[in-house]
């Protein structure tokens, strides 16, 4: 049986808020923290600890961090109020958020510095796979760092892939998995919208589409937000500038070209730049859908 242990997840997000739920369903002592304080209020109602960070730094076995990007991390970690100084030794970092693996490899000399342990750990799976304990997580680290954050691991993962004895490994194949998503979506997007352009309705792409080999993973879960014209965001279109960026920043410091993620990444800033950022990513499909001068279905 796990033990019961103290946990913070820091960034109660879409992502990050089903994980401190998943955490604390586990049995364990968590402490959900964010720079929305409403956030904060609602997870504490549903059984959440209380205790601000700084109290808490000393005492807690584990440290999530599902914040949106490597800046974010690195204030969590190390900024003014920075909280890997005050854990106690032993206790371990879970950093989630997509990084480049050269961040991440800084992040785990650091931590380490303080006897502190760092598991490179991004997550894939969606807000829905979070709530219910069920993400995959690209995780690399030494073997310390997987034990020490194993309460973690089983708490919010249905998949671990261990990736390596080192941190920045998991941080790599995130990059990969991040080119094929934000690829897919704007494929999506653009088949979509040239369906429409030839007659083919949004209901009927998502009901032929999905039974043949044009499919993919994003093109279901995307594809019926741009049917019922609702882009609540579930994964937003502000995410994707960050990601494909870190992905293209990768890719040209190993002298690698990546033509399609940048056509990938130019229809998410021009998404952006339309206003549309705070959507839901599928709200990309709205940029073809000027361009081709479509129309996509409303939310009635």
Known sequence: MTKTEQIAIVGLGSMGYGMAGSVLAAGHQTHGFDINPAQVAR??????????LDSIAGSIDALVVVVLNAAQTETVLFGEMGIVPAMKRGSVVVACATVPPAFARDMADRC??????????????????????????????????????????????????TLGDAAGAGSAMKAVNQLLAGVHIAAMAEALTFGLSQGVSAEKFVEVIPECAGTSWMLENRAPHIVTGDYTPHSSVNIWPKDLGIVLDIARGAGFEAP????????????AAMGLGGEDDAAVAKVYAARAGVVLPKND
């Open 43 to 52: 997870f504490q109602a549903q059984g959440g600890a209380d205790g601000d």
């Open 112 to 161: 380490a510095d303080y006897g502190v342990h760092y598991l490179d750990a991004p997550i894939s799976g969606g807000a829905a796979k979070a709530a219910a304990g069920r993400l995959s997580i690209m995780a690399s680290g030494t073997v310390q760092a997987f034990a020490a954050a194993a309460t973690v691991l089983d708490a919010t993962a249905e998949k671990v892939f």
């Open 260 to 271: 399609v993620t940048e056509a990938a990444l130019a229809q998410f800033v021009e998404a």
